[in-house]
């Protein structure tokens, strides 16, 4: 009878394996030692002390699963991607402030100008009707054939 319930555990612990690496990971589980444990329903000082080989089986695989594909856990590597997608927002983010900074202190300082022009234009034109030695010319009649008004 202990021999069918340790195949038996072995049997729940090898299943929850291949269920975790699989990326099939249940609700509040996470692939690691004590979610495999948990989801085969072994105490997890039960799989250290009787099923160390299977312990090593699943460290080797989840070892070799980050090497070649990344993350086995789905989640994880969601969370990573996630991660750096935020990262990388925030510095566009950074960057756009910075522009619509510049841009802004671009605008106050052509306002700035613009202001500083008109004010000129019309100290000029003030001038220019003050000082009485200035003229209109009247507009001469175009020779030039295409200019022709026509």
Not at 7 to 16: C, G, Q, V, Y
Not at 22 to 38: A, V, W, Y
Not at 106 to 128: G, M, P
Not at 133 to 143: D, E, F, G, K
């Amino acid at each position: 009878m202990p021999n069918d319930r340790h195949a038996n555990a072995e049997s729940r612990l090898k299943a929850a394996m291949d269920q975790l690496m699989t990326g099939d990971i249940p609700e509040g589980l996470r692939c690691d030692i004590k979610s495999l444990s948990i989801l085969a329903a072994v105490p997890r000082a039960t799989l250290y002390r009787t099923y160390p080989h299977i312990k090593e089986e699943f460290e080797n695989r989840l070892r070799r699963a980050r090497e070649v594909t990344g993350e086995p856990d789905p989640r994880v590597a969601q969370i990573d991607r996630l991660k750096a997608e935020v990262a990388s927002l925030k510095g566009r983010l950074s960057r756009m402030k910075q522009e619509a900074s510049e841009a802004s202190e671009f605008k106050t300082l052509a306002l700035s100008r613009l202001v500083e022009q008109h004010d000129e234009i019309q100290r000029l034109r003030a001038a220019c009707q003050d000082s009485g030695n200035v003229h209109a010319l009247a507009a001469r009649a175009s020779t030039h054939p295409r200019l022709e008004p026509g």
